[in-house]
C-alpha cells in the first residue's frame, strides 16, 4: 500500500472514530506528529478527504473535520430505503442458498460482535450484511452507490451506537428477521428492510 493511502485510512479511521470529532480544527504539524508521517502522502490523503467531504482544508484556518447535516443524513438514509427496498423486492422471490449462506455467516459473525459489545466490529459487519443482500441482486448501479457511501453509513453507524450501545441488539434482531423472510421467499423482507432503515433514521434523530 502507499504512503498517501496508509495517510488517507489513518486519518479517515480517526474522523469515523471521532478522535478528530466535527468541528475540530487540525495543523498539518498535527498530522505528521499523529501519522509519524512526512506532509506529501499527508497532503494527498487530505485532497482525497477534502473530495469525499470529510474535510474542508482552509489555508488560513487548516484542516477542518466536517459534520454531516441533518439534511445530508435524512437523504442518505431516504436513498437507502428507496434502494435497498427494492434490492429485497428483486431478490426475495430468487434468492439462493449460497447467497443466503453468505448472509447467514454475516449473521453469526454479529451476533458475537453484540454479545462482546464490539461497536466498531458491528457497524462493519452491518453494512457487509447491507452490502451482500445488494451484491445478491445483481444491480451492479445500486451497489455502488451504496459502496460510494459507505464510509459515511459507516459513521452514522457509530454514531448511533456511541449514543446508546445497546441499539446493536435491535439491529442485528432487525437483520435476523430480515434474513428469515428471505429464507422462506417472503415478500415481508421489503417490509422489513424498510421499517428497519426507517426506524434507525427515526433513532438517530432523537
Do not use: W
Not at 138 to 166: A, V
Amino acid at each position: 500500500m502507499l504512503l498517501k493511502d496508509i495517510a488517507y485510512q489513518k486519518i479517515k479511521e480517526k474522523i469515523l472514530d471521532e478522535e478528530y470529532h466535527p468541528g475540530l480544527f487540525l495543523s498539518e504539524r498535527t498530522l505528521i506528529n499523529d501519522l509519524s508521517m512526512s506532509k506529501t502522502p499527508i497532503k494527498n490523503a487530505l485532497v482525497r478527504l477534502e473530495t469525499e467531504g470529510f474535510i474542508t482544508v482552509s489555508s488560513k484556518q487548516g484542516i477542518f473535520i466536517n459534520d454531516l447535516s441533518v439534511d445530508k443524513i435524512n437523504d442518505i438514509y431516504n436513498l437507502r430505503i428507496a434502494l435497498e427496498s427494492f434490492n429485497c423486492e428483486t431478490i426475495y422471490p430468487v434468492i439462493n442458498a449460497d447467497q443466503l449462506a453468505e448472509l447467514k455467516s454475516n449473521i453469526e459473525e454479529t451476533k458475537l460482535a453484540v454479545e462482546s459489545a464490539d461497536a466498531k466490529a458491528f457497524a462493519t459487519l452491518d453494512h457487509e450484511f447491507h452490502l451482500t443482500l445488494s451484491e445478491a441482486t445483481g444491480n451492479q448501479e445500486i451497489t455502488r452507490i451504496l459502496l460510494n457511501y459507505q464510509d459515511h453509513l459507516l459513521r452514522i453507524t457509530l454514531r448511533h451506537l456511541s449514543k446508546d450501545p445497546s441499539r446493536v441488539r435491535k439491529f442485528y434482531e432487525d437483520h435476523v428477521e430480515i434474513y428469515k423472510a428471505l429464507e422462506n421467499h417472503h415478500s415481508e423482507s421489503v417490509t422489513l428492510m424498510r421499517k428497519h432503515l426507517q426506524d434507525s433514521k427515526s433513532i438517530l434523530f432523537k
